[in-house]
């Protein structure tokens, strides 16, 4: 259609021949940018490319709101102005759709999803039907019955969309004023009345996420590699963050490899989420029920690990990047293996993981086991000894943990990379016997409003950050659940067990600050002043990203964890900023690390009270050895990486008939030929026209 270039012809002779309006104030006046978009960003894995792009200049097309499946005709053939920007609401954002817009994707420019501010009533997971299924433990030569999903279809409801490779950009919008202009837009000039052509001007849409990356992770990372310059243009980043772990002992951390006297329980969950939208994650029942839970039970333990430690140290592990084939715990085994951690799989007991746990059906709390490993008599020893410390520890607590009545593999967890390396005895816990309880799995709506984490309407966010939800109770209950069984698997006395049980205020806090909101007052105390910039007033994106440094949940769980399990220090800032007790001690750094938080403001002041907090709570890196090993088409290790793009932005607009750019091109080129024609003649005969006759030398005035 030609939009841009008669648009911009138009701009530059409007801004020259009204000087005295700025470009600026034009560009206001011809454009509505539109603020919160979410873009479908490309990623790269070991064979192809999924997600979304734009052209380079931007893709830009006629506004066409979708009403419903069977309005499609107009955008895919009998539309009289393609291409086509196509506005749906997010019940018409399904497979069968967006395929058929991909089909004809000569006819799309682009889609606009409005997210509603409430969850729909239908499912929705664009997520395959079997998560991470070529990466976990179950194959051709380890339960070959088991692999590819073939006895347990773990995600029924998934369609797969976010696995999908689109040419054209797909953004969300809120469902807020900038939506409704676009929609009022529409109607004034777009919509046809009686089968009507519609008439010029006509309401358009430009949206630009140009990704820099094509083909695959080997093609993007060799093109890394090729410098023709100081500072090379990056196309593409791995997929990764930093796993957070800590542990009941403290473990010196400069120690690598095997040590004969440690003997580790390991108590796992997964940190991240996706969802088709790049910066939509939140991942309430997927990540944050199991990560909560876990952090909860690590604080239920702190006391009693405290005063009766048991024989077997825990270890409170995190893992990020889990949803793209278990990046975080395939580094942490491959750094066990070859002495780059301070533990190896010899020195791992059990591993009991929380996974999804946030919506439990009559109680019921399903115990996943590895059939395969249990053929082993000494692990199917542990395995069932765990299974009774689960049982017992449940003791008048409202969980009943229950074991699937047939034989069934492991669902999607981290558990499954330990199992790949080693044989391990381990549980998993999820909320579901077989195929996913949750709805919503990997997608925008996994959110606090679906965890059920909803607060009275008449409460200030001061309130709600202390309201005990129904949530947080029943997650309460799992996180005391856990800790009981942790401490009888680490060899802790079956007396104490009353004695352990997790806060309901610390998980319902946790919850807010998660899924609702983290910039507030509880987790403002527990954080470093300079970290108080990074708390949002909206929920945090869970998706693992391409950041080299540690994202804002992996900070978070690592202050958290710091605070719940640590102990406060009574030492200067400067010293625990230089991560020392005193200045003549020199290794405390190896066993512990430091954090000087922020604190509380007390009554009458305006001054925080910060102090040092002292604990075992650590980062390592979650990024795939594939990328240390330079195997880019490996089948081992996740090679998932994102596409880098300079902007991410969206604008509407009118636009004329093609007929009248065309003339407004040609009236443009005239005028500009005639100004040149002008210019050169007056330039010819500067001498004649501007000659001003010779005065006398002996003028005098």
């Given at each position: 259609m030609g939009f841009p270039s008669s648009k911009w012809i138009s701009n530059l002779l409007f801004c020259c021949f009204f000087a005295g309006i700025s470009c600026n104030s034009v560009e206001k006046k011809i454009y509505l940018h539109l603020n919160y978009t979410f873009p479908c960003v490309r990623l790269l894995n070991a064979t192809h490319q999924i997600g979304c792009q734009s052209s380079m200049s931007g893709n830009v097309g006629v506004l066409h709101v979708l009403e419903s499946e069977e309005n499609l005709d107009w955008v895919l053939s009998s539309g009289p102005n393609p291409p086509y920007m196509v506005i749906l609401d997010a019940p018409l954002f399904t497979r069968s759709i967006m395929m058929k817009l991909k089909s004809s994707s000569g006819r799309v420019a682009g889609v606009a999803v409005v997210a509603p501010n409430t969850n729909p009533a239908e499912s929705f997971s664009p997520h395959t039907t079997c998560p991470n299924e070529n990466t976990g433990v179950y194959s051709e030569t380890y339960g070959p019955a088991m692999a590819n999903c073939n006895m347990t279809v773990w995600n029924p409801l998934g369609n797969g969309l976010s696995y999908e490779e689109f040419d054209f950009p797909i953004f969300s919008l809120k469902d807020d004023n900038d939506t409704r202009v676009i929609r009022q837009c529409y109607l004034d000039h777009n919509q046809a009345v009686n089968n009507s052509t519609p008439?010029?001007?006509?309401?358009?849409?430009?949206?630009?996420s140009h990704m820099f990356a094509v083909t695959d992770t080997a093609t993007c990372m060799r093109r890394n590699d090729i410098s023709f310059s100081i500072s090379p243009e990056m196309v593409c980043d791995p997929l990764g963050d930093y796993n957070v772990w800590g542990s009941t002992r403290p473990i010196n951390n400069t120690v690598k490899g095997h040590k004969m006297w440690e003997n580790v329980v390991i108590a796992a969950a997964r940190l991240d989420s996706r969802s088709f939208f790049y910066d939509i994650a939140p991942g309430g029942e997927s990540g944050v029920s199991g990560f909560v839970t876990l952090l909860a039970a690590a604080h239920a333990l702190r006391n009693a690990t405290q005063e009766a430690q048991p024989n077997r140290t825990i270890v409170y592990t995190f893992f990020q990047g889990e949803t793209f084939d278990y990046i975080g715990s395939s580094r942490m085994v491959y750094d066990m293996q070859n002495k780059q951690f301070p533990l190896d799989l010899d020195n791992i007991h059990s591993v009991l993981e929380i996974g999804q746990v946030g919506l439990r059906a009559d109680s019921r709390l399903w115990l996943h086991t590895d059939p395969v490993s249990r053929r082993n008599d000494s692990i199917n020893q542990e395995v069932e000894e765990l299974i009774k410390n689960l049982h017992l520890a449940a003791t008048n607590l409202s969980v009943t943990p229950v074991a699937p009545t047939v034989s069934q593999p492991l669902p999607p967890s981290s558990f499954q990379r330990f199992l790949r390396a080693q044989q391990i005895p381990g549980v998993v816990l999820e909320d579901?016997?077989?195929e996913y309880v949750n709805r919503f799995y990997e997608s925008m709506y996994d959110n606090a409003e679906y965890l059920n984490v909803l607060y009275p309407s008449d409460l200030t966010p001061e309130e709600q950050l202390k309201f005990i939800t129904a949530s947080a109770k029943a997650l309460t209950e799992v996180a005391t659940l856990v800790a009981r069984t942790l401490y009888m698997q680490a060899g802790g006395a079956e007396s104490l067990l009353s004695s352990i049980s997790a806060d309901p205020q610390i998980v319902t806090q946790m919850l807010y600050g998660f899924l609702v909101r983290p910039n507030n007052s509880w987790f403002q105390e527990l954080v470093p002043s300079d970290f108080t910039s990074h708390l949002s007033d909206r929920p945090p994106n869970m998706y693992v990203g391409a950041i080299q440094q540690p994202s804002e949940p992996t900070l978070l769980v690592q202050y958290l964890l710091a605070n719940l399990t640590g102990s406060t220090v009574n030492v200067t800032q400067e010293d625990c900023q230089n991560q020392r007790e005193d200045k003549d001690d020199k290794d405390s750094k190896h066993m512990y690390t430091y954090v000087w938080v922020q604190g509380a403001v007390p009554p009458n002041s305006t001054e925080r009270e910060g102090?040092?907090?002292r604990s075992s709570a650590r980062l390592t890196k979650a990024v795939s050895p594939a990328f240390e090993l330079?195997?880019?088409?490996?089948?081992?290790?996740?090679?998932?990486?994102?596409?880098?793009?300079?902007?991410?932005?969206?604008?509407?607009f009118l636009v004329a008939s093609h007929e009248l750019e065309m003339l407004t091109l040609g009236v443009g080129i005239g005028v500009l030929l005639t100004s040149l024609l002008l210019t050169y003649v007056i330039s010819a005969k500067a001498d004649i026209l501007f000659s001003s006759g010779r005065e006398p030398a002996n003028a005098t005035y």
């Open positions: 008439q010029y001007p006509l309401c358009a849409m430009e949206l630009y579901h016997q077989s102090f040092c907090v330079r195997q880019f088409t490996t089948s081992e290790y996740s090679t998932w990486t994102e596409s880098r793009w300079k902007a991410i932005k969206g604008r509407m």
